[in-house]
């Protein structure tokens, strides 16, 4: 079972609209939770960070965490030309064997168009 | 203030040379990660340091590459001999110790012919 699941798109959106973009992961105690944007080309740059159940809004910009549900999703309002990209998830899981070893692990991206 | 460098952008080289890239972290973090990205793979992650020793060295593909952090503004990523599937873009990312988050440098696109 892969541990970050995301939709690869393309996901297209009307300029003005709401873009909702999810993410899924394996049943561990995941802790942290990111959401990155990648421009084609460019590295991946981090947007937001989400620790606890519940929405953390920043701009145009939305979190939402739902652990029971393994469930995280990012929603982007009065989506611009500009936001088109991919967008990644990273849950920070911890190790099967234990320990402190906790790594990011990252989905595939969803690639997000926003029609002018 | 600066954000994570790596160098050098593009790299082209035959298959057999040896390749090595380079990573200075952000000021101040005390880990570094080194990650590879395909389009078939997405973003894996090879290895990453804490405070310059290496925690976890799983992800790397084999022993053709090797890491070095020799100290906390430096890290060395190389591949010898490569060959053409190593192509792909590594990127060298950092975080503190707290919170998790990591910043990302700008990538090494490597192309072994």
Redesign the interface.
Known sequence: QKEVEQNSGPLSVPEGAIASLNCTYSDRVSQ?F?W?RQYSG?????IM?IYSNGDKEDGRFTAQLNKASQYVSLLIRDSQPSDSATY?C?V?IPPISGGS?????????TLLTVNP | DAGVIQSPRHEVTEMGQEVTLRCKPISGHDYL?WYRQTMMR??E?LI?FNNNVP??DSGMPEDRFSAKMPNASFSTLKIQPSEPRDSAVY?CASRAGS?????????TRLTVT
């Open positions: 942290s990111f990155y460019k590295s991946p740059e981090l960070s990644l990273a920070r070893n906790y790594k990011l692990t990252f989905g595939k991206g | 990660f997405g973003l992650l990453y925690i976890d990127f919170p998790y988050e990591q910043y990302f440098g700008p990538g």
